[in-house]
């Protein structure tokens, strides 16, 4: 399969691309669309390019309990790979909560779709939904690159990130083992993560990070310093801000804060693609 060519149009933009957006917002009616349907959660079965590695219980519940109260709200993006056999390629926290609400059949919306293209959907689904850590979501970029040959521009244009962030999440894959393991469970974040990339012992500063709950400003000036002619740059507060935001759009963000007379938010992106994911997701918040 040529990528470039067999992949659907729009699939960047997220699940919308495929389900349509009328099937996204279904309130557990099946009739709504043609290409809806009801299927028994036995003839579904986890996808083998799940980026996601862990399902905490406690939110597992609460949406188990919601959707005893509600029904699945969200169809099930699947494809067929056998007779009464279906591969989860987004949805599988709902598929899972389903299962301890006790329902027998859920809302999905089927499509053949290449193994490529699967893994790209539930990378999409992951990251818009801010359910990856940033190992998994390195992983996950790793192997579209590795596996269907793909650059890290492409990963980027089609999961809505600057190619910035994609190669900076990736380098994250070299860090030793109980770093990564850390970042898995929350101890660090993305943010003191990258900062390690230039330790010398990038475990033992780890440790010093975990144990004095340095912020990720702090870590970057302590980085910084080390350099010849390194320059602090603004106030950590701005920074830390402008960070945050960054990380979870992907794109870079600059803060131009000017006391009481206000500031300015910038956000730069590089293609239409991105511009369109910034707006769908400012236009979802508002």
Excluded: C
């Excluded at 809806?36 to 939110?59: N, W």
């Amino acid at each position: 399969m040529n990528p470039a060519q067999d992949r659907p149009r729009g699939l960047g933009r997220g699940l919308s691309a495929l389900i349509g957006d009328e099937a996204a917002a279904v309130k557990g009616e099946p009739a709504a669309r043609k290409d809806l349907r009801s299927l028994p959660v036995a003839f579904l079965q986890p996808g083998r390019f799940q980026p996601r590695m862990t399902f905490d219980e406690q939110p597992l519940q609460e949406l188990a309990a919601s959707i005893k109260e509600k029904g699945v709200l969200s169809p099930i993006l699947v494809r067929p790979i056998g007779q009464d056999r279906y591969e989860i390629v987004a949805g599988e926290r709902r598929w899972r909560a389903a299962q301890l609400a006790k329902l027998h059949d859920v809302p999905v919306v089927v499509r053949e779709l290449a193994d490529d293209q699967a893994l790209e959907l539930a990378i999409i689904e992951n990251v818009q939904r801010t359910d990856l850590n940033a190992i998994e979501e390195g992983a996950a970029y790793e192997e579209l690159i590795s596996k269907f040959n793909r650059t890290q521009e492409d990963v980027a244009r089609e999961v809505g990130k600057s190619r910035s962030h994609v190669a900076n999440t990736i380098r994250l894959l070299r860090l030793p083992d109980p770093v990564k393991a850390w970042i898995r469970e929350g101890k660090l974040t993305a943010g003191h993560a990258r900062t390690l990339l230039s330790e010398a012992d990038p475990e033992a500063r780890a440790r010093e990070l975990i144990e004095g709950a340095m912020t990720v400003r702090q870590a970057e000036q302590r980085s910084v310093a080390k350099k010849p002619g390194g320059k602090l740059a603004k106030d950590p507060n701005i920074a830390d801000l402008e960070a945050s935001i960054s990380n979870r759009l992907g794109l870079k963000v600059q803060i131009v804060h000017k006391g009481d007379k206000g500031g300015e938010v910038r956000i730069a992106y590089k293609s239409l693609e991105q511009l369109d994911e910034l707006t769908r997701r400012l236009s979802k918040s508002s």
